[in-house]
């Protein structure tokens, strides 16, 4: 049996803690042979945790930090959509 998108997001979210078993690691591993939209939320993900651990964690990040990641994912993904806002 397969996991849910959402399952899905909670498991990636997991896996950078390294709080995964094995059978989750293989259902998500199934999961993102298949979902596109999956494989790009770990893709986006991994992005702004890379750039908080090099920019460091703060209660409150600068306008320009938030256009750069946005900018960012917006380039890694093929979009041009307007976020709302972080």
């Given at each position: ?13 997991k896996k950078?803690?390294?709080r ?6 293989y ?11 999956c494989?790009?939320?770990q893709?986006q993900n ?10 460091g ?5 600068d ?5 750069t990641?946005i ?14 806002g972080l």
């Amino acid at each position: 049996m397969g996991i849910t998108c959402k399952q899905a997001t909670d498991y990636i979210l997991k896996k950078e803690e390294g709080r995964l078993t094995l059978r989750q690691r293989y259902h998500l591993w199934r999961h993102l042979a298949v979902c596109i939209f999956c494989r790009l939320f770990q893709k986006q993900n991994k992005l702004i945790n890379a750039s908080l651990k090099q920019h460091g964690t703060h209660d409150h990040l600068d306008e320009e930090f938030k256009e750069t990641v946005i900018k960012a994912m917006n380039d890694d993904s093929g979009t041009e959509k307007e976020t709302g806002g972080l």
